[in-house]
């Protein structure tokens, strides 16, 4: 059946009505905040999309919305450094050392003790002042100990017989290794390290 409708001031058999603007590239609408047109842009159908459907365009607005997420995320991910920190290898106790200060004179300072000559063979030597005993159990095989006794921090007073005899409590201690041989002493005395250059004997 065709149309035979005529619209007034219109020829005959023209059937009019109103055409809808296209919707594509650069269509406008109102954005929902009432601010001004939202621009809608189709670069053109992508495989897979349709126009008029959800997620088929995107909006201006809803893509500098999602690059300013985007920013907000990269921005999130950056680590300020302080410069004051304190660089790796940097000052600080560390721990070890030997408590002698560079360049000090330790007890050993170069200072000749005794000769060689003047420690007997079997016997030896007690050097108050210096807080040692040097003794020689065999000959040219020198031993140096601490002048003090273990068992109460009384000094030693003379050697003999083989043995260094403190006068406090009657200890004795061998000449050989300064190990207890009587008395009430509780251990050996403490060792000394000795250097004998020529006929020089120091602490080492």
Do not use: W
Not at 15 to 29: D, Q, Y
Not at 106 to 126: C, E, F, K
Not at 147 to 160: F, I, M, P, R
Not at 185 to 204: H, K, M
């Amino acid at each position: 059946m065709s149309a035979s409708r005529t619209a007034a001031g219109r020829p005959g058999g023209e059937l009019v009505g109103h055409a809808r603007p296209a919707t594509g590239v650069g269509s406008e609408a109102h954005g929902p905040d009432g601010l001004g047109p939202e621009v809608t842009t189709c670069p053109g159908p992508l495989d897979g999309q349709v126009r008029g459907r959800p997620g088929g365009c995107a909006s201006r607005r809803r893509l500098l919305a999602g690059v300013g997420a985007t920013g907000a995320i990269v921005l999130s991910g950056c680590a300020t450094y302080d410069s004051s920190a304190p660089a790796a290898g940097g000052g600080g106790n560390t721990g070890g050392g030997d408590g002698t200060a560079a360049g000090s004179d330790a007890a050993s300072g170069g200072q000749v003790l005794a000769r060689a000559a003047d420690v007997p063979v079997g016997g030896g030597t007690i050097l108050a002042d210096a807080g040692v005993v040097i003794t020689q159990p065999q000959e040219g095989t020198f031993k140096g100990f601490s002048a003090t006794c273990t068992h109460q921090g009384c000094a030693v007073a003379e050697v003999s017989d083989g043995t260094i005899n403190c006068p406090c409590h009657g200890s004795k201690f061998s000449v050989a290794d300064g190990s207890v041989v009587g008395g009430p002493a509780p251990r050996s005395l403490d060792p000394r390290d000795l250097v004998v250059e020529g006929s020089d004997i120091r602490l080492a």
